[in-house]
Every structure is written in structure tokens, then in C-alpha cells.
């Protein structure tokens, strides 16, 4: 094991649960070095939340009965042991909750390298729309490099800060980056793939995602195009990497009738 790949397991093991393997370690995205968002600037955004109301992740609106989240937010969760929260700028208070009715995660999921590391989840009854909660249309294209995008979420300032948790919502603007950059930036990493159907951001240090609030969505010019799948904590000189929507559009669609 070389030292790189050493600091990983370090960081992902002093984050994860006593009851999580490493391969299922949750790299759950915060925004780092963002700012507040204000109401009705994320229509879209969905906190997820356990029924004590504690926001585990993120996850993006995308018709009145389905929100699209990352597939490690839904493994060994029950419906009926969550809840989503729409309509809230502050994770504190406010907002709407919704019951979980369903969660189909994609057949395809590996935990180990996080490939199709997509879920959908199906609320119980129908969100109301109104000017602070509305979905957010789907990327129907490839992604391309050097394209600016919007991350958005609750969470930590620093890895290190983990009591410094934001109470407002974050966002943070990046630009994408090809994946072939984006493996060469990975290459001594041994147990995560940056695959076609990713999506890969990078600004600079100490801006970008942390821990948190994976499946939070990305998105540019009003497209969803990327999910908040797995990255090296915390916005430390490396990418973020995202599901990228696109790839899995007509899976989706067959899902949930949502084009």
C-alpha cells in the first residue's frame, strides 16, 4: 500500500461509521469555500433526512413525485426510515417533508469502485410546486471540459471543522474537467474508477465538496448534470467526481416517465 493511498483510507476511515467497510465508505459531499445561497435560488435542492431529522444527503428534484440522489445514500436505508425535505434555505427549520415511498438504486451500483452510483427516490405523495420547490430538467447531453456548473448543499467549512456544519444552504461555482484529466489525477487511487458515464469538477484548492451530502445536484445553464458521487476530502488540490446524468437519462426515464 503506497503512502497516497494510505492518507485515503485514513480519511475515509476516520469519517465512516463503525459499521461501514471502507469500500462503502460514505465520501458525502459539503460545499467548501461557498457561499449562501438565498430562497428559491436551489428550487430543486432536497435535503434527505433520517425520521430524527438529521440530513444525511442531498439529492435534486426532478418531478413531483422523484428526486435523483447517489446510490451509497440509499444502501441499507428503509423508506420508511427517511424523509425530504424541500423548500428550505436553512437545515435547521423550514421546508416541506415528504415520506419515501421508494428507493430504486441502479442495478448496475458497484460499492467498491462507485460506478452507477445513482438512485431514485419515489416520495409517497405528490411535492407542491411553487416558486422555492421545482425540478430541475435533466442534461440530456455529454458534458464537455471547461464548463462552468453550480454545486449546492449544506455542510462542513473544513474537514477539520466538522462541528462548523453551515446551516444555510452553500453553493460553490466550478468548472468540469475532461475525465481523461481527471484520471491522471487519480491514477495511484485504487479503489475508485473514473468511468464514461462520470462527471469530473475542479477549481481550485480549497474549493469544492466535502463531506455529507453526496447526490447533491450540479448543474449547468438549468441542467442537471452531475450527482455528488465520491472525491479525496476536502477540497485538497484534487477533482470531484460526479454521476453524470446524461449517461443515465433513459434508465431514468424508464423509471420514473420523467423525460
Not at 80 to 94: C, F, I, Q, W, Y
Not at 103 to 122: C, G, K, M, Y
Not at 234 to 249: E, I, N
Request: glycine share 10%.
Amino acid at each position: 500500500m503506497n503512502r497516497y493511498f494510505a492518507l485515503v483510507v485514513l480519511c475515509l476511515a476516520a469519517l465512516a461509521s463503525a459499521d461501514e467497510s471502507l469500500s462503502a465508505s460514505p465520501w458525502e459531499g459539503r460545499i467548501i469555500g461557498g457561499l449562501n445561497a438565498v430562497m428559491g435560488q436551489f428550487p430543486y435542492q432536497v435535503s434527505l433526512r433520517t425520521l430524527a431529522d438529521f440530513h444525511f444527503c442531498g439529492g435534486a428534484i426532478i418531478g413531483d413525485r422523484w428526486i435523483l440522489t447517489a446510490a451509497h445514500c440509499g444502501i441499507g436505508r428503509k423508506p420508511t426510515e427517511m424523509v425530504a425535505v424541500v423548500g428550505a434555505l436553512s437545515k435547521s427549520h423550514g421546508g416541506n417533508s415528504y415520506e419515501i415511498r421508494e428507493i430504486i438504486v441502479h442495478p448496475n451500483f458497484n460499492e467498491w469502485t462507485q460506478e452507477s452510483d445513482l438512485a431514485i427516490v419515489r416520495t409517497r405523495t405528490a411535492m407542491s410546486f411553487n416558486s422555492v420547490v421545482f425540478p430541475v430538467r435533466m442534461a440530456r447531453t455529454y458534458t464537455p471540459e471547461g464548463r462552468a456548473v453550480l454545486a449546492s448543499g449544506w455542510g462542513l467549512s473544513s474537514l477539520t471543522a466538522v462541528s462548523n456544519q453551515k446551516d444555510v444552504m452553500q453553493y460553490v461555482a466550478l468548472r468540469t474537467i475532461s475525465n481523461e484529466e481527471c484520471k491522471v489525477r487519480f491514477e495511484r487511487l485504487q479503489n475508485r474508477i473514473v468511468a464514461d458515464s462520470s462527471l469530473c469538477t475542479f477549481s481550485r484548492q480549497t474549493q469544492g465538496t466535502c463531506m455529507g451530502d453526496s447526490g447533491g445536484p450540479l448543474v449547468n445553464d438549468g441542467e442537471l448534470v452531475g450527482l455528488v458521487s465520491w472525491g479525496i476530502p476536502c477540497a485538497a488540490g484534487y477533482p470531484d467526481v460526479y454521476v453524470r446524468v446524461a449517461s443515465f437519462r433513459a434508465w431514468i426515464s424508464a423509471m420514473t416517465g420523467v423525460y
